[in-house]
């Protein structure tokens, strides 16, 4: 009887690190079988019948959130400084021009290559200007840190940060 | 004015007397001071209260940024694709052109006859460094390359190329130093450095994925052999076809073989020294543990 007992309460306490500690999962095995008391050998060996059976119920207390569930929208204020926050998927797929302007991949690029021609799997590698409209959603989804340029040395994209060669567009001379 | 009244007055002062001080926790507005918005219910006045006609404009439940009522949203519609990867650890340079660090010569806001650091330039007040936006010093880019026609002796963070070949085609000298962010956050602003009265700190060796570029004499790097840097010299000249001039001949030459130590920060100033702004004095270390901390030999 205390094998079985202690073999349990080794199982507990492994399971134990995840969460908090050992406390819920003891009070929930008692709600669910009110009429067990921990000191029987009942408990004992319903508890590693249903460690055996169902893992998941003992491992996981029930309505206590664990972690933060994963949320796309934006948060515009946060609950510890009450501060805008950057939508994550955004900074994932999209990289910023200096100017303002948002590049982004072409939706498919790896899907079906077998029946895609050489040209256009040619053009799928390119990465493509969003729109105005586009522009101005996806900055006001990030927060200003990433709105201000970054002056990285050799970076790739140091030619597109300008519009310095438009006449339309260009900035110098003021 | 009556008696009953001077009676009044008295129990209204030492009530007054008794209750706490005013503060801003317990006083109140005047009354009448404050009109509260009115909701107006007639013809006009209760209309729409401006919020629109119909739909969730008018019960102002908007649709949150991006959502496009069950369609596959524009901002996750395409993979991801890893443009910002490791952006909290890429050091950044912001850039200066040639064409503005002409400008700056020609308006008498840098000395030519005194070698040009960091914290020269950024005493213009025209070029900032933000050591926590994670700035690591100036890049200087070829922007006006053919137009620059000072002769500097220049110490800058990055320097490409062109740049290094356009300064010394007027027989100038540049040095690419790094910047560790503490030493960084004293040479931008030097008075508010001294105001905090700690001493200078010594330069510390550049990080791994910045060793190589730094001790490339190609790169005018300030932990190369001058010896390297000197041939590397010649070596541009033809490469870019200008004759190299000659500095033994200057009349500046001692100010154009003026560089800072590796551990320096300040010209003039040894790492360990505090700088007293109110008395204007320096102060040096006396004891040797702290002389061999700030000067290994």
């Not at chain 1, 003992?58 to 664990?66: A, H, S």
């Not at chain 1, 790896?110 to 101005?136: E, I, V």
């Not at chain 2, 009109?35 to 439940?61: C, E, F, I, L, Y």
């Not at chain 2, 949150?64 to 993979?79: D, I």
Request: proline share 8%.
């Amino acid at each position: 009887m205390l094998q079985t007992l202690l073999r349990v309460g080794r199982q507990l306490t492994t399971a134990v690190p995840y969460y908090a500690s050992a406390a819920p999962t003891l009070l929930q095995c008692s709600k669910v079988f009110p009429g067990t008391c921990h000191n029987s050998m009942k408990f004992g060996s319903l508890c590693s019948t249903i460690a055996k059976q169902h893992n998941s119920l003992l491992f996981q207390p029930t309505n206590v959130p664990l972690c933060e569930p994963p949320t796309r929208t934006v948060t515009k204020f946060s609950l510890q400084k009450g501060k805008r926050k950057t939508v994550k998927a955004v900074v994932k797929r999209f990289f910023r021009l200096h100017w303002g302007g948002w590049i982004r991949t072409v939706a498919g690029r790896h899907k079906k290559m077998w029946k895609k021609s050489a040209k256009r799997r040619h053009r799928l590698k390119q990465h493509l200007l969003c729109n105005s409209t586009q522009s101005y959603l996806l900055d006001k989804m990030v927060t200003k840190f990433w709105r201000t340029p970054k002056y990285y040395v050799e970076d790739p994209y140091e030619p597109y940060h300008t519009r310095e060669e438009h006449p339309i567009a260009r900035r110098k001379p003021a | 004015m009556s008696v009953t009244n001077f009676c009044k007055l008295d129990t209204a002062l030492n009530l007054l007397r008794k209750l706490p001080r005013v503060t801003l926790s317990n006083i109140k507005d005047n009354p009448g001071s404050k009109k509260k918005p009115k909701r107006g219910r007639a013809q006009h006045g209760g209309d729409k209260h401006g919020a629109g006609n119909k739909g969730s404009g008018q019960r102002q439940n908007y649709m949150r940024l991006g959502y496009e009522t069950g369609n596959n949203p524009f901002y996750l519609r395409f993979q991801m694709e890893p443009y910002y990867k490791g952006h909290h650890l890429r050091r950044q340079y912001p850039p200066l052109s040639l064409l503005q660090l002409q400008k700056l010569i020609d308006t008498s806001r840098l000395p030519v006859d005194k070698p040009i650091d960091l914290t020269a330039i950024c005493n213009t007040g025209l070029y900032v460094c933000k050591p926590d936006k994670h700035h690591f010093g100036i890049n200087l880019t070829d922007e006006g390359a053919d137009l620059f026609q000072a002769k500097i002796n220049i110490e800058v963070q990055w320097a490409s190329e062109q740049v290094i070949a356009a300064v010394e085609r007027n027989g100038g000298v540049i040095t690419t130093a790094y910047y560790d962010p503490q030493s960084l956050w004293a040479a931008v602003n030097p008075r508010r450095f001294f105001m905090k009265g700690v001493p200078i700190p010594k330069r510390m060796i550049p990080p791994q994925d910045a060793i190589d570029y730094y001790t490339n004499p190609a790169n005018r790097g300030y932990l190369a052999d001058p010896e390297k840097v000197s041939w590397e010299r010649l070596v541009l000249s033809q490469k870019y076809g200008y004759k190299l001039p000659e500095i033994e001949k200057d009349p500046q030459y001692r100010m154009l073989c003026e560089r800072k130590d590796p551990l320096q920060v300040f010209f003039g100033l040894e790492p360990g020294w505090v700088v007293n702004l109110h008395d204007r004095k320096i102060l040096k270390p006396c004891d040797e543990e702290v002389k061999a901390f700030y000067n290994p030999q």
